[in-house]
C-alpha cells in the first residue's frame, strides 16, 4: 500500500450506498477507486457518475469507476475494501484468495458476525483471502452513507493491529468532512459495529409501537452496557466503547429515519411480519441477520443480553414485541455500574 499522505488506488467490493460513498471519499482524498458490482446497470450508471438507486442525487468524482469484473477492480489496487452484506461476504470474495498481490491492504466496511463461525469481518475477510492480521484494518463510527455523501462532517475510527496500517488507510480517506481517527482495538470497534445494528432494531421496535424519548434513551444505554459486557469477555478495550464506533455509532444508528436496522426495527414494532418489513425496508437489515450470532457469541462467553435475545425472540417469530417488552420489564432489578470487568 502506499505510504502515509500518498493517493491511493482502492478496489471497493460492493456497489451499495456506504462502499459507494467510501469511493468518493478515496477520490476526494485525492486517490482512485474502482467499485466492482454484481449488476450491469449499476456499474453502468457509475461510470455515467452516479448511482441513483442507493444515492440518489449525488455526482461521483471522476476518479470513482465501475466494473463487474472483479479481477478488473482488483488489478493494480493497492487497498481492498469490502463493503458487502455480512453474511455473503465470505463467498462474494472467495474468488480472490490467495490472488492479492504482496502488501494490498484489505479494509472491512462491514459490520456483523458470521453465522455458525461467530467469526467478527475481519476474521471472516483473513480467513477467506489468505491474508495476515497485519493486512486488516476495519472502519467503523457514526457513518450513515447519505449524509457523508452530502459531506456533512462526520468522523470515524479505523482500527486495525498494526498502528501503521490504520494510520495509512485514514490519510487515503481523510477529507474536510470525514475525520477518520485511529484505534489498535480491532475486535473492540467490531463488536461495537454489530450489536449496534441489533440494539438499533429494538429502538425501533419501541419507536413502531409509539413509545417515546424516554423508552428509546433506556434501550440505547442498556443496550451499550451489552455491548460493552460482551466486548470486555473477549477483551476488548473498555475506552473503545464509549467513542465513535460505540456510543457515537449507537446513537447515530439508533436515532436516525436514514438507519435501516431502525427503520426495520420500526415496521416490526408497528405490526409487519419480517418479510413484510424487508420489503418497506428494501432489505433485511444486517442487525436481522446478526442478532442469532451475537447472541451464540455472547452464550458461548456466558455472557447476558437481554435485548439482544429479545430481538431474536421477534425476529425469530417466537414473541411479539409486547411480550418482549413485558419480559425486560419483569426483570429483577439490579444496581447500575461496573464491578470490577463486569458491567450489570
Known amino acids: 500500500m502506499t505510504g502515509q499522505g500518498a493517493p491511493a488506488r482502492a478496489a471497493i467490493i460492493g456497489s451499495g450506498a456506504w462502499g459507494t460513498a467510501f469511493a468518493s471519499l478515496i477520490a476526494e482524498a485525492g486517490g482512485s477507486a474502482t467499485i466492482w458490482a454484481r449488476r450491469a446497470e449499476i456499474a453502468e450508471e457509475i461510470n455515467a457518475g452516479a448511482n441513483e438507486r442507493y444515492l440518489p442525487g449525488l455526482r461521483l468524482p471522476a476518479d470513482v469507476r465501475a466494473t463487474t469484473d472483479m479481477a478488473q477492480a482488483v488489478r493494480g489496487a493497492q487497498m481492498l475494501v469490502v463493503a458487502v452484506p455480512s453474511q455473503a461476504a465470505r463467498g462474494i470474495v472467495a474468488p480472490l484468495a490467495g490472488r492479492l498481490e504482496e502488501g494490498v491492504a484489505v479494509v472491512s466496511l462491514m459490520k456483523g458476525i458470521e453465522l455458525g463461525t461467530g467469526m467478527r469481518m475481519s476474521e471472516v475477510l483473513g480467513q477467506a483471502l489468505q491474508a495476515g492480521p497485519e493486512r486488516l484494518a476495519v472502519v467503523s463510527g457514526p457513518n450513515l452513507a447519505d449524509e457523508i455523501a452530502a459531506r456533512q462532517p462526520t468522523a470515524t475510527v479505523i482500527a486495525a493491529a498494526d498502528e501503521g496500517l490504520a494510520v495509512r488507510v485514514a490519510a487515503a480517506c481523510a477529507t474536510a468532512a470525514f475525520r477518520p481517527y485511529t484505534n489498535t482495538d480491532v ?3 467490531e463488536l461495537c459495529g454489530a450489536v449496534k445494528n441489533v ?6 421496535m419501541a419507536a413502531g409501537r409509539g413509545y417515546g424519548d424516554n423508552s428509546k434513551a433506556t434501550i440505547i444505554t442498556r443496550g451499550l452496557v451489552e455491548i460493552t459486557r460482551l466486548g470486555l469477555a473477549l477483551g476488548a478495550s473498555p475506552e473503545t466503547f464509549a467513542g465513535l464506533a460505540g456510543m457515537g455509532d449507537l446513537v447515530a444508528t439508533c436515532s436516525s429515519p436514514l438507519s435501516r436496522n431502525q427503520s426495520f426495527g420500526r415496521h416490526l414494532g408497528e405490526g409487519m411480519s419480517v418479510n413484510e418489513a424487508a420489503s418497506a425496508s428494501r432489505g433485511v437489515a444486517e442487525g436481522a441477520k446478526s442478532a442469532r450470532a451475537v447472541l451464540d457469541l455472547a452464550a458461548r462467553h456466558g455472557v447476558e443480553m437481554p ?5 431474536v425472540a ?3 417469530g417466537a414473541a411479539s414485541v409486547e411480550e418482549v417488552n413485558d419480559a425486560l420489564l419483569a426483570r ?10 463486569r458491567i450489570d
Open 199 to 204: 440494539i438499533a432494531l429494538a429502538v425501533g
Open 332 to 341: 429483577p432489578r439490579k444496581t447500575e455500574g461496573v464491578h470490577g470487568e
Open 307 to 311: 435485548i439482544t435475545a429479545g430481538v
Open 187 to 189: 475486535l473492540g470497534v
Open 314 to 316: 421477534v425476529v425469530e
